[in-house]
């Protein structure tokens, strides 16, 4: 089966099917299909002299000069020569010379714009494999750099891609993977070659191949940003995996061409206009979805219209001009606010950079999607780390983001996650378990950190998956989450564009909860946790419950009583001293609003001659005012002690209250009671009436209840709400 016959999206130079904005772009001709039998027959005849380029490299030699015009063509002669003597006699099960194998893998990376050493490595990636060459060999002919390539390739092949065997099958293409991508974007364009002849294959053999490619290699060439790959090879599959529906897209598709008018077209008229009268350069092409693309368009829009079988794409020189244009399409036409996503200033994780915009046709009300984007940028989507070059060109220096993510090619910040993740997982299958997971997110949302940076999270992540992706094994200390300046809780889902800020404490044996399992959405956050629970002894569980439901104190218990003074036990302290305009009335503060010195404070008389002192700003004295109750003027005496009620919030964690009580008790306070509230979602409430000595230590006993790892907030009992 051939993939171009059915994929409007093949890897390669774009084609313009509409003029720039301006004059009219000059139409370039398409570089036809490689043809596989001749080349084959040029290879069995061999009739190119040998210090000259062999006449069946023509195709990749025409790519790669159109990417690389310098490229020193020598090591693609002498790799040719030696993979072609070599695989002499070698058919493959289509019937063509094996040559024709690593020459179609060639030409595809060559069309992406790999650089010399790639193709190098490509021609000869089957030669160590399957023929009598050694690494040696190749590392003597061709240098160090091919025969690491060529040995990572080599061992991807080896790997068994059996269902049985995934988990290890994961781990070893990493470890052959090591710290350079190419070997996977070699094994990337091996795969769509097999996946374009994988006809002559019985149907059994497609459909596995195809799962395996759909599970495993496309998420990869998603990672890797190379996009025409990722494409086809959906494609592909989709032909292999379902093939009603793909028969079914293929006539959309078919009827959509047949039509008389394209809407596309016309739009596209339209924004070369509006572009040309604000003298702005750009290529205005229309850009046809992909078969999976469509298949996925009619089931989430069901009957489509001539504008959903492709996008516009703008491309211009310089990022300033992107935001130019997006400016006047949106001035000039109606745009579709909640469309607009700006991946210029937030590129995706796998280098991708392009503003997305929509905007509604006036005569009819059709939303039209747009790509904006540079030439530059354009490039990288298409073939992504493939259109990067040689990475050991890039100076070091030049390679940080200084967010945690590596721009360098060689080991991206992802490939770098999967490496730890492999090491660290407790075992095959978990990892396993948790990178289908990963692969299987295809949306990314970008969360700011308070200093400016960024985390790149999966869409659904929770603040634990946040607190592993900044900290990582650090993370297990976190006690809690701002976010967008609001207090959340670790299992808080984040949105894109959200702000969050991480509580930390300061014990470096703090233990993650195992809840925490239950809201963690990547890789990094289950496998750090899960490895850090797997290590802990088993009286960790026991203290783990109890901070997850923690008691109520009871005395003599977890809440040690208030240290004695040196000499003797401590005075109980006297409440405060209410004076009062009513002789021989009895005084009772209020428990509703605990007022203490120097509270503003006013008072009601009740049944028996008491009178009930409030603070002032108290819900229930404007309750009794409108009741018609009068005021009984009272203030404050001479004496200092107070008795008050506290409100803490903390995060669960073990020895809290002990750690919380013994401070009050530091302060001189004495606890009259004190309840706490089952958790709800990690975070607990707790409540203390508390005697003081003097009114004036109040401020300092919050502070220390605040000081306290976990707690995050104290305050006075709140008088209750009117009609409450």
Not at 70 to 99: C, N, T, V
Request: with cysteine.
């Amino acid at each position: 089966m051939n993939a171009e016959a059915v994929n409007p999206a093949s890897p390669g130079p774009v084609t313009p099917t509409a003029g720039a904005a301006g004059p009219a772009a000059p139409r370039r001709k398409a570089r036809p299909r490689i043809d596989l039998r001749r080349l084959g027959r040029a290879a069995l005849l061999g009739t190119t002299a040998r210090d000259r380029l062999p006449d069946a490299i023509g195709h990749v030699v025409e790519a790669h000069r159109a990417h690389h015009p310098d490229a020193d063509l020598d090591p693609l002669r002498r790799a040719y020569l030696l993979a072609e003597s070599s695989h002499r006699g070698q058919m493959r099960k289509s019937g063509e010379p094996y040559i024709t194998h690593p020459l179609a893998v060639t030409l595809i990376l060559a069309e992406l714009g790999a650089e010399t050493t790639t193709l190098t490595a490509s021609l000869l990636h089957d030669t160590v494999e399957d023929t009598d060459v050694t690494l040696d060999q190749v590392g003597k002919e061709f240098g160090a750099e091919v025969r690491y390539l060529v040995d990572g390739v080599t061992k991807l092949e080896k790997v068994d891609y059996g269902a049985a065997a995934e988990p290890e099958t994961f781990r070893k293409m990493l470890l052959a993977t090591g710290n350079d991508v190419r070997v996977m974007s070699i094994k990337l364009a091996d795969r769509l070659h097999n996946m374009r002849t994988l006809g002559v294959m019985r149907r059994e053999k497609q459909e596995r191949i195809a799962k395996v490619t759909r599970d495993v290699l496309i998420p990869l060439a998603e990672r890797l940003g190379v996009q025409a790959l990722k494409s086809e090879l959906e494609d592909l599959v989709f032909a292999v995996l379902h093939p009603e529906e793909h028969a079914r897209t293929r006539e959309l598709i078919a009827e959509n061409e047949a039509r008389a008018d394209d809407p596309l077209a016309a739009v596209a008229d339209e924004v070369r206009k509006v572009l040309r009268e604000a003298d702005i350069t750009a290529e205005v092409l229309i850009r046809p979805r992909h078969f999976v693309s469509v298949h996925r368009v009619s089931r989430k829009r069901g009957p489509l219209t001539g504008v959903d079988f492709g996008r516009l794409l703008v491309l211009v020189q310089e990022d300033a001009d992107c935001y130019a244009v997006l400016g006047e399409l949106h001035t000039c036409m109606t745009p579709v606010v909640s469309e607009f996503k700006d991946f210029i200033a937030v590129p995706k994780f796998n280098l991708y950079q392009s503003l997305h915009t929509a905007v509604a046709r006036a005569q009819d009300g059709q939303v039209v999607e747009v790509l904006i984007r540079t030439h530059r940028m354009h490039k990288v989507a298409e073939a992504g780390v493939v259109a990067l070059g040689n990475p050991y060109a890039t100076p070091a220096e030049e390679q940080g983001t200084g967010d945690g993510e590596r721009v360098d090619p060689t080991r991206p910040g992802w490939l770098s996650r999967l490496l730890d993740w492999q090491r660290g997982a407790p075992d095959p299958d978990t990892f396993w378990s948790t990178l289908r997971e990963d692969l299987a997110q295809d949306r990314e949302i970008t969360v700011f950190r308070p200093d400016g940076g960024t985390l790149g999270l999966p869409e659904g992540a929770t603040c634990v998956d946040a607190a592993y992706a900044q900290y990582g094994e650090d993370a297990h200390a976190t006690m809690g989450a701002y976010v967008n300046g609001r207090l959340a809780t670790m299992s808080t889902v984040l949105r894109d564009g959200d702000t969050v800020q991480l509580l930390m404490g300061q014990d470096p044996a703090s233990e993650p909860s195992r809840q925490w399992l239950e809201h963690a959405r990547t890789p990094t956050a289950r496998i750090a946790i899960q490895r850090r629970l797997a290590a802990r002894p088993a009286s960790a569980d026991a203290e783990d419950a109890t901070r997850e439901r923690p008691a109520p104190p009871t005395p003599g218990a977890d809440a040690p009583a208030p240290r004695p003074a040196a000499g003797g036990p401590a005075p109980r302290p006297a409440p405060a001293d209410v004076l009062v305009d009513r002789p021989g009335a009895t005084v009772r503060l209020a428990r509703c609003c605990t007022p203490v010195p120097p509270d503003e404070i006013t008072g009601f008389a009740v049944r028996g001659g008491v009178v009930t002192v409030h603070r002032a700003e108290c819900a229930v004295v404007a309750r009794m005012k409108s009741g018609g109750r009068p005021e009984v003027g009272v203030r404050w005496g001479e004496s200092t002690g107070c008795r008050v009620t506290l409100l803490a919030e903390s995060f669960g964690r073990p020895h809290l209250l002990a750690d919380l009580t013994e401070a009050m008790a530091i302060e001189g306070a004495e606890i009259v009671s004190a309840t706490v509230e089952p958790p709800d979602r990690q975070r607990v409430r707790h409540t203390y009436t508390v005697l003081l000595p003097d009114a004036a230590r109040l401020p300092a006993l919050m502070r220390a209840m605040r000081d306290v790892a976990g707690v995050y907030d104290v305050s006075r009992a709140q008088p209750q709400p009117t009609g409450a």
